[in-house]
């Protein structure tokens, strides 16, 4: 009887551990991590925390255990929020839509061409196979972070001649490889133009105003910081033990996790002082569960829970797990159609909408 006693409670403990996790990640997206940044790493986990508590309550519900309860109200406002990272297509409202007129939107980090594997072994082909894509869907506006052109000089030739009838606006980081940063790709009249830039960063955002079917807008073309961070690493450092290593990526997650919402304020100023309605594309480098995600979606649609289908993940390297790439629109906009076309020429996969107004 003791032992059965013991049990319970220790089962019901690992219940209270996995719902005050699963809590944490709900509360992640309200505080800014810049000044709670362990809070951060929650929202990040809320994939792995939902799914422990689903384990929990199928575990009790099968022993017919009255702490089911404890997993079943954890798991209550998860059904609010996994619309982030599955969507089950609705075909009908769809095919509905479709015939409208619609303005196409892309965005993708192109990895600065650096993804070879197959029959892409060089910098060249890799840059030619994406732009080869980027051309097949006749976008109206493109969206690229981590753009790199070899020779600064001809930044503005280079994306002419890749993308013929397309106007280019770009800002680019140089170094010994050549230039680097965000390029927006547009046949749209353009308005304005201008740059958000972060401090201490090679990360930044761009904007351009754009006229279409009588309406003035603007686009945000958003790179945040990334983690920088190699998982591979990190694995081979824990099965070695190498405690320098990991005590060093924590460093680099706790210096990404508080530049980031610094980075997303800056942004967010921007945006409220704008007198058009705003777009919002982008690697976020942060997951739906977020204050970057809050912050981004403020009078917004997610074009992924409108229009998506299936896993929203675009990180190829831990699909289906991760979505950190987004197109968000104005309210007041309708989206059409939402893609992830699964792409091997990048380590993120592009996103692809079709919007009307």
């Not at 050549?178 to 090679?202: I, Y």
């Amino acid at each position: 009887m003791a032992k059965n006693r013991f049990i319970g409670l220790t089962n019901r403990v690992l219940m209270l551990i996995a719902a005050a996790l699963l809590a944490l990640s709900y509360l992640s997206m309200f505080f800014n991590p810049a000044k709670v940044w362990l809070l951060s790493l929650a929202g990040l986990l809320f994939v792995p925390f939902s799914l422990v508590n689903l384990f929990l309550l199928i575990w009790a519900i099968a022993r017919r255990s009255k702490a089911f309860v404890i997993p079943m109200l954890a798991m209550l406002p998860a059904l609010f929020f996994i619309g982030r990272y599955v969507q089950v297509s609705d075909n009908d409202a769809e095919s509905e839509l479709q015939n409208k007129d619609a303005l196409k939107v892309i965005s993708w980090n192109v990895g600065r061409f650096a993804y070879h594997s197959g029959d892409i072994d060089t910098f060249e082909e890799c840059a030619d196979s994406v732009f080869r894509f980027i051309k097949q869907q006749d976008a109206d506006i493109i969206c690229l972070q981590e753009m790199r052109i070899k020779d600064s000089r001809r930044i503005k030739a280079y994306l002419k001649e890749k993308m013929k009838g397309y106007s280019s606006e770009y800002y680019m980081f140089t170094n010994r490889g050549g230039s680097f940063g965000n390029v927006t790709l547009s046949r749209l009249p353009v308005r304005n133009r201008g740059k958000v830039k972060f401090d201490e960063s090679a990360n930044l955002a761009i904007f351009t105003d754009y006229e279409y079917a009588g309406k003035v807008f603007r686009v945000y073309n958003c790179h945040f910081e990334s983690y920088n961070i190699s998982l591979s690493g990190i694995i081979r450092a824990m099965l070695k033990s190498e405690s320098d290593i990991i005590a060093e990526t924590g460093t680099k997650m706790k210096r990404s996790i508080t530049r980031r919402p610094k980075q997303v304020d800056q942004v967010f100023a921007d945006i409220e002082n704008c007198p058009v309605e705003t777009f919002v594309c982008g690697d976020f480098n942060d997951n739906p569960m977020s204050y970057t995600y809050y912050r981004m979606m403020r009078d917004r649609k997610d074009a992924f829970v409108e229009a998506g289908k299936g896993f929203g993940a675009t990180y190829a390297r831990l699909w289906p797990l991760l979505r950190i790439d987004y197109i968000l629109c104005p309210k007041t906009y309708e989206v059409v159609s939402h893609e992830i076309p699964r792409v091997g020429l990048s380590d993120h996969y592009p996103v692809v909408a079709e919007i009307t107004f």
